[in-house]
């Protein structure tokens, strides 16, 4: 088999438009893209040609004779994805939508967020000459979770800035940073100043657990806690007790499984990382020996990824023990279910850190009086009803001993002023990302939090297609005034400024970079250059 996607994946579908023999699947406009885990290479059709390996950002495919021992399982999940759908009626390659021109008038347009939904936005507008496209964000740092919410230990996947680096170099992009929406500027300016505006703002806050003693210290967000390790400015000063000997982490998606790697990880590893300093100073003074995963469901219904299950079979230095195993569900029921019963199957060796992956359990109560002590869990049922297998807690009950609880079951978008904004799915109403004509959504915001960072891709497209058609039909609204000149923003060559400051630290210890992670320390890196400020 020549070439493999391994665990970094991020499905942008760059690697579709660069293979010449539509190996690679599945495809933008195929049944599953935007929905699966991860590409395929179809080792039947694949001809060894490498041109998908310069097209993805983030190095995920290798010839099959260079895969180490952990990306090994990866050979496999490609053959047999092709086993199960081999693809017979394969739609033509994917093709980069007709260009439109628009310089006769010249087409203005405000982003709103520069996370991956945000400039891969900016991307497909500024595919069309005659467009200018300025992108904004609270903080004074762009690429959302790429910069803040993948993990330190995965580094291949925080490739995809170079990316979002060549999106930035495109004529007519500009940033306008450390701007916030609602307090700098409004709705109403940025529709009055630019032809559109399309918000890519994703989803801010945590699902909550909803059950006694969740306000207490030391029961915490796993996304917060995520930001906080990644050097977030908001979060960077926040503290978290790990005196103890366990935490659980409630919930088992890839989320889980990040914090979970992260404090049972030997310190010395994360220093060669980009993880924040103030994070690291507090993991080495851990105490923290084990982390309960807690998921209600059975091991086959787990949220995690099988990629991100791999990474977690492939670590050194730590045992992962598996809990909670229904006797009707055989080993080889699912890849995922097989990964995990070989994970079961292996010797513990004595004084490691233990990451548990414990199944068919619900949290019921957090314990403690003035902090956490420890979280009350039960033994969960799996019915089945209507054709949905639900889990229902039963009676059967224990207290495990905790500092630390970090609820990580989701995350759920907040209103946007001036917008509409749907309660229940946490999303802004819209027809194919159109709010209405001038105002448009990309990203979380539209579909809610769903899809990985190469969903974003073929969202963004969808959005801009109907952005397009309203110019071209007439129904976008001139500019009233050129955009307001803000001071205090940060533009392109302030945040260039920033990431050289970055990885010029980050140089001298032998690390991808030494984040800033205070406001202040971030917008003096800014003014470090002479047009660091406003201009792009």
Same mark, same amino acid.
């Given at each position: 088999?020549?070439?493999?996607?391994?665990?970094?994946?991020?499905?942008?579908?760059?690697?579709?438009?660069?293979?010449?023999?539509?190996?690679?699947?599945?495809?933008?406009?195929?049944?599953?893209?935007?929905?699966?885990?991860?590409?395929?290479?179809?080792?039947?059709?694949?001809?060894?040609?490498?041109?998908?390996?310069?097209?993805?950002?983030?190095?995920?495919?290798?010839?099959?004779?260079?895969?180490?021992?952990?990306?090994?399982?990866?050979?496999?999940?490609?053959?047999?994805?092709?086993?199960?759908?081999?693809?017979?009626?394969?739609?033509?390659?994917?093709?980069?939508?007709?260009?439109?021109?628009?310089? +006769?008038?010249?087409?203005?347009?405000?982003?709103?967020?520069?996370?991956?939904?945000?400039?891969?936005? +900016?991307?497909?507008?500024?595919?069309?000459?005659?467009?200018?496209?300025?992108?904004?964000?609270?903080?004074?740092?762009?690429?959302?979770?790429?910069?803040?919410?993948?993990?330190?230990?995965?580094?291949?996947?925080?490739?995809?800035?170079?990316?979002?680096?060549?999106?930035?170099?495109?004529?007519?992009?500009?940033?306008?940073?450390?701007?916030?929406?609602?307090?700098?500027?409004?709705?109403?300016?940025?529709?009055?100043?630019?032809?559109?505006?399309?918000? +890519?703002?994703?989803?801010?806050?945590?699902?909550?657990?909803?059950?006694?003693?969740?306000?207490?210290?030391?029961?915490?967000?796993?996304?917060?806690?995520?930001?906080?390790?990644?050097?977030?400015?908001?979060?960077?000063?926040?503290?978290?007790?790990?005196?103890?000997?366990?935490?659980?982490?409630?919930?088992?998606?890839?989320?889980?499984?990040?914090?979970?790697?992260?404090?049972?990880?030997?310190?010395?590893?994360?220093?060669?990382?980009?993880?924040?300093?103030?994070?690291?100073?507090?993991?080495?003074?851990?105490?923290?020996?084990?982390?309960?995963?807690?998921?209600?469901?059975?091991?086959?219904?787990?949220?995690?990824?099988?990629?991100?299950?791999?990474?977690?079979?492939?670590?050194?230095?730590?045992?992962?023990?598996?809990?909670?195993?229904?006797?009707?569900?055989?080993?080889?029921?699912?890849?995922?279910?097989?990964?995990?019963?070989?994970?079961?199957?292996?010797?513990?060796?004595?004084?490691?850190?233990?990451?548990?992956?414990?199944?068919?359990?619900?949290?019921?109560?957090?314990?403690?009086?003035?902090?956490?002590?420890?979280?009350?869990?039960?033994?969960?049922?799996?019915?089945?009803?209507?054709?949905?297998?639900?889990?229902?807690?039963?009676?059967?009950?224990?207290?495990?001993?905790?500092?630390?609880?970090?609820?990580?079951?989701?995350?759920?978008?907040?209103?946007?002023?001036?917008?509409?904004?749907?309660?229940?799915?946490?999303?802004?109403?819209?027809?194919?990302?159109?709010?209405?004509?001038?105002?448009?959504?990309?990203?979380?915001?539209?579909?809610?939090?769903?899809?990985?960072?190469?969903?974003?891709?073929?969202?963004?497209?969808?959005?801009?297609?109907?952005?397009?058609?309203?110019?071209?039909?007439?129904?976008?609204?001139?500019?009233?005034?050129?955009?307001?000149?803000?001071?205090?923003?940060?533009?392109?060559?302030?945040?260039?400024?920033?990431?050289?400051?970055?990885?010029?630290?980050?140089?001298?210890?032998?690390?991808?970079?030494?984040?800033?992670?205070?406001?202040?320390?971030?917008?003096?890196?800014?003014?470090?250059?002479?047009?660091?400020?406003?201009?792009?």
């Amino acid at each position: 088999m020549p070439y493999v996607v391994t665990r970094s994946c991020c499905a942008d579908a760059s690697c579709v438009l660069a293979c010449p023999v539509n190996c690679i699947h599945p495809a933008p406009g195929e049944p599953g893209f935007g929905q699966t885990e991860m590409l395929y290479v179809d080792p039947r059709t694949c001809v060894d040609c490498g041109a998908c390996t310069t097209a993805c950002p983030v190095d995920a495919l290798k010839p099959h004779t260079r895969l180490t021992e952990a990306e090994l399982p990866f050979l496999e999940l490609n053959r047999a994805y092709y086993a199960s759908d081999p693809h017979p009626d394969r739609t033509p390659m994917a093709l980069v939508p007709p260009q439109r021109r628009v310089e +006769a008038r010249g087409l203005r347009v405000a982003v709103v967020g520069a996370g991956p939904a945000g400039l891969f936005a +900016a991307d497909e507008l500024l595919r069309h000459p005659g467009v200018s496209v300025t992108v904004h964000d609270r903080l004074p740092t762009p690429y959302g979770l790429a910069r803040a919410g993948v993990a330190p230990d995965h580094q291949d996947t925080k490739r995809v800035a170079g990316l979002f680096r060549a999106i930035e170099d495109q004529p007519g992009f500009t940033y306008r940073l450390d701007t916030e929406i609602g307090r700098d500027l409004h709705h109403e300016d940025l529709v009055r100043d630019h032809h559109a505006v399309v918000y +890519a703002v994703g989803a801010a806050r945590d699902r909550r657990l909803g059950i006694e003693g969740e306000e207490l210290p030391g029961s915490a967000s796993a996304t917060d806690f995520v930001a906080w390790y990644n050097g977030h400015p908001d979060h960077s000063a926040t503290t978290y007790p790990l005196d103890g000997e366990r935490a659980v982490v409630v919930g088992n998606g890839n989320v889980a499984l990040d914090v979970a790697r992260v404090l049972t990880a030997d310190p010395q590893t994360l220093a060669h990382t980009d993880i924040s300093d103030r994070a690291l100073a507090a993991l080495r003074a851990s105490r923290v020996r084990e982390v309960v995963v807690l998921g209600r469901r059975g091991p086959a219904q787990a949220a995690f990824t099988l990629p991100e299950l791999l990474a977690v079979a492939a670590l050194d230095g730590i045992d992962v023990v598996v809990e909670g195993w229904p006797a009707d569900v055989p080993a080889d029921a699912t890849p995922k279910t097989k990964v995990l019963a070989e994970l079961a199957a292996r010797p513990r060796v004595p004084g490691r850190r233990r990451m548990v992956l414990r199944f068919l359990t619900t949290p019921t109560r957090i314990v403690g009086d003035d902090r956490v002590t420890g979280l009350t869990v039960a033994r969960t049922e799996l019915r089945t009803e209507a054709g949905t297998v639900r889990a229902v807690p039963t009676q059967d009950t224990e207290t495990l001993g905790a500092s630390l609880v970090l609820r990580a079951i989701g995350y759920r978008a907040e209103p946007v002023p001036g917008l509409p904004f749907d309660g229940t799915t946490g999303t802004v109403p819209h027809e194919r990302g159109r709010v209405e004509p001038g105002v448009y959504v990309a990203g979380w915001i539209k579909r809610g939090p769903t899809g990985f960072i190469g969903t974003n891709k073929s969202c963004a497209e969808e959005t801009v297609a109907g952005l397009l058609d309203d110019w071209e039909a007439g129904r976008l609204t001139a500019p009233a005034a050129a955009p307001s000149d803000l001071g205090d923003a940060v533009g392109l060559d302030g945040w260039r400024a920033i990431d050289e400051a970055e990885r010029a630290a980050g140089r001298l210890q032998g690390r991808p970079r030494v984040k800033l992670v205070d406001r202040e320390a971030l917008r003096a890196a800014a003014r470090t250059s002479a047009l660091g400020r406003t201009t792009g």
